[in-house]
């Protein structure tokens, strides 16, 4: 039981990666509260469960002060909500634009803010927001992603720096294509799907999709107290795609 009478929070908890690191978090004994814009069909025994947009200031003030009264405590946040249009950069709109970094940078932003001081109140605790592996690299039809994900990357090697000394860990997972609907999603955007989805699977030195238990091990390692002196890190889960 690594997290055992930890209290954590994550975002994007209804589908995919998020979906499964509540999962792997209740598993190992924290007290899970789940957020995310859909319904939360699927949910370990005993979660609390906030239906929202986490680019909603209001939404993640109100949301963490309910998790500090039903649980006194706050130890790990996960931020794993996040979204993409796909497209380069002449066929992004100024809307799409907003809104990637809306749901992806500042839906990031209010929840480390929110946490962060019911989180310094219980004596520390470990942040960990969800990048991507392609800002790294630069990605094609992804702009307005790849540079919100770059904004995220940015965002948690600064407040690590800023409160490493109030015991919070900040670190960031850089997943590769992971096996999810969001995956599916960007396929589909694609003229020719198979293509697409062969030429990422190509992309990747494993020649391989990632998959949600692969993500939430490392979410795990970041979360508990065996990733004791890591901070202001980007774990890369992406099957060597930044190797080569
Ligand atoms: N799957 C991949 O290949 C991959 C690769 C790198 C990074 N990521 C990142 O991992 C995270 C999780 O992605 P996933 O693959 O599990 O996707 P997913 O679509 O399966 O799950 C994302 C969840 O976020 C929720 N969400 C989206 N916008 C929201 C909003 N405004 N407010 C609240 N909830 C919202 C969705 O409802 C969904 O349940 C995302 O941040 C994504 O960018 C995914």
Redesign the pocket.
């Known amino acids: 039981m690594r997290l055992k009478d930890k209290v954590a929070i994550v ?10 690191v509540a999962r792997v978090f209740a598993s190992e004994g924290a007290k899970v509260a789940l ?4 319904p ?1 069909a699927a949910s370990p025994a005993g979660a609390l469960m906030f ?6 200031s209001a939404f993640a003030t109100k949301t963490v002060a309910e998790v500090m009264k039903a649980w006194g405590r706050l130890d790990v946040v996960l ?6 249009v796909g497209k380069k950069l002449l066929e992004t709109t100024e809307e799409e634009w907003d809104r990637v970094f ?3 940078a500042k ?1 990031t932003f209010l929840w480390l803010k929110a946490t962060l001081p019911p989180m310094i109140a219980s004596g520390g605790g470990s942040m960990i927001t ?5 800002p790294l690299s630069g990605g094609r039809n992804t702009a307005s ?1 790849a540079s919100s ?1 770059g904004a ?1 990357i940015a965002l948690t090697k600064s407040v690590a720096l800023d409160y490493a000394e109030d015991k919070i860990r900040v670190n960031a ?11 599916h ?2 396929f589909k955007r694609a003229a020719d799907s198979a293509a697409a989805r062969q030429a990422s699977i190509d992309r990747h030195p494993m020649k391989r ?2 998959t ?1 238990e692969e ?1 939430a091990k490392a979410a795990l390692f970041l979360a508990s107290d065996d990733s004791s002196f890591t901070t202001g890190s980007v774990l890369m889960v ?1 099957g060597g795609w930044n190797a080569g």
């Open positions: 975002t994007g908890a209804a589908s995919g990666i998020g979906a499964e957020v995310d814009r859909d939360i239906q929202g947009d986490v680019s909603d931020t794993a909500a996040g979204m993409s809306a749901v992806n839906g969800v990048a991507s592996q392609i992603y994900k995220v997972l850089a997943p590769g294509a992971i096996d999810t609907p969001f995956l999603r960007s999709f990632g949600v993500v992406e």
